[in-house]
């Protein structure tokens, strides 16, 4: 179901988006790029405002300042175009407990409006059957573990072929089989010109997939760009993503936390 | 109490805070307000009752409040199963509690707790009339320091002996039945004890506005044995000044209590996990398909009114739940059509069937309709994320209710008519004036689940706030009485123009007529306004939510 893509040259654009809970600031003026077809990895320690960056650009969030644009259409301003372009995949994904994996898939199908007949019945066969969902006809998503609710989760985006995927950790409760399906999965659609905005915690995927990221911590991007300007940035020519991510997110050295924590405690 | 109960309750008490002040000073003002006022006027005119009575009927104090105590048994456990429910055999925490060194003990008085609250809410109403009728009878402090306990025990009482009932059907039926079995017990035992009781407490009146008491006491007095009246014994025992028959009766009442709940605790050990089974999740298979091939696509454009209200119609099916609730809805409506539909001094058969008819429509839109969008719980993301506009799901889910409580006003306003013989003129006005209320009341129902949704609540009945259920009571008695204003005017009307109305001092003429016609639009403009203004403020608060929704 491929809509017209605008003029924008981008396909996901966080302009100065700030969030602010009270005095908290989750999100503090965070503005990126993502460009089409490009797989942009958006790597945060816990509570670093990954996810609501994340439903900022998505909708879910309302930004107390800045802008959430996908395909050029401002997601608050113009919801109806930017909506029908963009899959979001939460960590623990929206679904419905009491209907059943092909149920589900039919209702998202409908509830973008894409049309029915034969064509989608295929696609949505296809989709449990690559998801090894297929002989899970009679049971309801309440009863999928994690991994097949990421699963389906994912069929759910893939249904209508959005131009621009956001995921929060898409692999997360996969087995390493379903997870290596899910990365080919990202390159495929990414060769094919989908645009993926993809958050992990596993950075072997990140530096597998992914030809730039961004790193925020505390709620600031504090770097961006592909591994080799990263490097440049930090002056470690051999990092690797791991030691340029510890780097850049600086805090207390775990190995000292660790040896004091294990320490015996003096009298 | 035992340490671990006391720091589960410690833990929801903190929960609760947190709940509270996330809402912000002027909603915590402003519910701090709405519950003054509704203590005053609404526990005020309950003591008020009870002095009254006390006072008129000292005769009948005994039965008034046996049936008081009857009353709060009943609605507690009409209305508290799927609470029990909730709080003793589902949610992620109890999960957790399970996997912790904790006594299944310790558990069930901590959940035991949490599942009173809400009965023990209701019961403030009962223990304002009691003290009424102590205030109305002269009673001695005795009275006051007893009225509170044994108010809290019948509370108790009420709460363990569900818990039993549940923990024996979890402990000897199959587990594939246990939730139907469950829902069934619950649905129509509750619907059941109700209705016979209201209908048989409305023979005792003779007519509708003049109270028969001594009838009502001569029923009460025939269940007077029944264990929910003993705490009413022990009170009018003190009124009495009978202190035998009131240590008596209160020891009996606290020894049941001890029993049950002891019996409860017990059994609730052996039960907990298979409960948690059962009732923790959607149903592991809904059904088991044959190989077959796929069936031929439908053609035509996906529709999300259409998707949203098929998967309503599923998850209804499959959610027990939702269906236990659904039972007594059911139940209700026949009940009451029979209670009301007999013919009373005052009113014409005509407008018993016109409060009938409203009844129905207003009770069915507010079963069905009011925790529709907050029934979405997480999938309501989706609907979020989804490039359609709030106003489509808020009439997606009228579209959805509105169907059934037609369906039930109309068939029921139907048959009461033709038993009653109304002409057919009169059959058209009240399948006229249900459509019109119908649609009224089911877009009310539906705008206060959106105007404060609870989409975390995995109880249908708490999926609402305060501030929408109280948009929804307020929204739906301010519709009626227009609506059903601007009928009678009508009605009138058309008597003035014909010249057959009797309007007491009111010439029957055509320009009195016209004049209670127009009177009759600005009412139904009137009714009509205030659900649009439902439908905007509900639209505006969907636009507007933007929380997380936990997985619950």
């Known amino acids: 179901m491929a809509l017209p893509a605008s003029q924008s040259p981008f396909a996901v654009e966080a302009r100065h988006l700030v969030k602010r809970y009270g005095v908290v600031r989750a999100v503090d003026g965070v503005s990126f790029q993502v460009a089409r077809g490009e797989i942009f990895g958006f790597l945060g320690a816990n509570g670093a405002g990954k996810t609501t960056t994340l439903r900022m650009l998505c909708g879910l969030v309302t930004p107390t300042s800045g802008n959430s644009l996908i395909d050029g259409y401002d997601v608050f301003a113009d919801p109806m175009q930017a909506k029908a372009r963009l899959g979001y995949l939460d960590e623990e994904p929206f679904v419905h407990p009491h209907l059943t994996g092909r149920e589900f898939l039919d209702y998202i199908a409908d509830l973008y409006r894409m049309p029915r007949g034969v064509e989608r019945q295929q696609r949505m066969e296809r989709l449990l059957g690559l998801f090894e969902l297929a002989d899970r006809d009679g049971e309801l998503i309440g009863a999928y573990s994690h991994g097949m609710r990421q699963k389906i989760g994912l069929a759910s985006l893939l249904i209508r072929e959005p131009s621009v995927l956001l995921l929060d950790e898409p692999t997360n409760g996969l087995d390493p089989r379903s997870a290596r399906l899910v990365k080919d999965l990202l390159e495929g659609l990414a060769a094919r010109g989908t645009t993926v905005l993809l958050s992990t915690h596993i950075l072997e995927i990140a530096q597998a997939l992914c030809r730039r990221v961004a790193i925020i911590d505390r709620g600031h991007i504090v770097a961006t760009g592909t591994m080799g300007e990263l490097r440049t940035q930090t002056g470690s020519e051999q990092a690797t993503l791991e030691d340029l991510f510890l780097k850049l997110t600086a805090g207390p050295e775990s190995k000292d936390m660790i040896e004091r924590l294990l320490a015996p405690e003096r009298s | ?552």
């Open chain 2, 1 to 552: 109490m035992l340490a671990g109960s006391r720091v589960i309750i410690g833990a929801e008490i903190l929960a609760l805070r947190h709940r509270l002040l996330k809402r912000g000073p002027v909603r915590l003002a402003l519910l701090v307000v709405l519950l003054g006022f509704a203590a005053i006027f609404i526990g005020g005119g309950s003591f008020s009752l009870g002095v009254a009575a006390a006072r008129y009927l000292p005769q009948a104090r005994d039965p008034i409040l046996a049936a008081g105590f009857t009353a709060l048994a009943v609605l507690m456990f009409v209305l508290g199963f799927p609470t029990v429910i909730a709080s003793l055999f589902v949610g992620r925490d109890l999960l957790q509690l399970v996997l912790a060194p904790v006594r299944p003990v310790d558990i069930f008085i901590a959940r035991m707790v949490l599942a009173m609250i809400a009965n023990l809410l209701i019961s403030s109403l009962l223990l304002a009339g009691a003290l009424g009728v102590g205030v109305g009878s002269g009673a001695s402090p005795v009275f006051y320091v007893l009225a509170v306990p044994l108010v809290i025990t019948q509370v108790l009482v009420v709460t363990a002996f569900q818990a039993l009932l549940m923990s024996i059907v979890l402990r000897w039926i199959p587990a594939r039945l246990a939730r139907d079995f469950a829902a069934g017990i619950a649905g129509l035992t509750g619907a059941g004890f109700y209705i016979a009781w209201n209908v048989n407490l409305r023979q005792s009146f003779e007519s509708r506005t003049r109270v028969d008491f001594t009838n009502a006491a001569s029923f009460i007095q025939q269940v007077g044995w029944l264990p929910p009246t003993w705490p009413a014994h022990a009170l009018s025992g003190v009124i009495d000044g009978s202190a035998g028959a009131g240590a008596g009766w209160t020891v009996l009442t606290l020894a049941l209590a001890g029993l049950v709940a002891t019996a409860a605790a017990l059994l609730y050990g052996r039960t907990l996990l298979a409960g948690l089974g059962v009732f923790g999740g959607a149903a592991m298979t809904w059904r088991r398909p044959k190989q077959r091939p796929a069936a031929v696509a439908r053609a035509g454009a996906g529709s999300p009114l259409r998707a949203i209200a098929r998967k309503d119609w599923l998850a209804y099916r499959r959610d027990i739940r939702r269906l236990s609730r659904l039972l007594p809805a059911l139940l209700f409506p026949i009940g009451y059509a029979f209670a009301f539909s007999r013919p009373s001094k005052e009113l014409s058969g005509f407008w018993s069937e016109v409060f009938l008819i409203a009844f129905i429509s207003m009770f069915m839109s507010t079963t069905l309709g009011t925790p529709s969008v907050p029934s979405e719980r997480r999938g309501f993301q989706l609907l979020r994320m989804a490039p359609l506009p709030m106003w489509q799901v808020i009439r997606a889910k009228v579209a959805l209710t509105l169907p059934a409580v037609l369906v039930m006003t109309v068939v029921f306003g139907l048959i009461v008519a033709l038993v009653e013989r109304n002409p057919v003129s009169e059959i058209v006005e009240l399948i006229a004036l249900g459509i019109w209320l119908g649609l009224g009341f089911v877009a009310v129902g539906v705008s206060a689940g959106a105007i404060d949704p609870r989409f975390e609540s995995s109880d249908d009945r708490r999926a609402v706030g305060m501030v929408g259920t109280l948009a929804g009571v307020g929204g739906a008695l301010g519709f009626g009485a227009l609506s059903i204003g601007a009928f009678a005017l009508l009605v009138f009307a058309a008597g003035a123009l014909a010249g057959t109305a009797h309007l007491g001092s009111l010439p029957s003429t055509p320009a009195i007529g016209a004049l209670l016609g127009a009177a009759a639009l600005v009412l139904a403009a009137g009714a009509a306004t205030l659900v649009g203004a439902l439908l905007w403020a509900a639209n505006a608060s969907l636009v507007r939510f933007e929380d997380a929704i936990a997985a619950t």
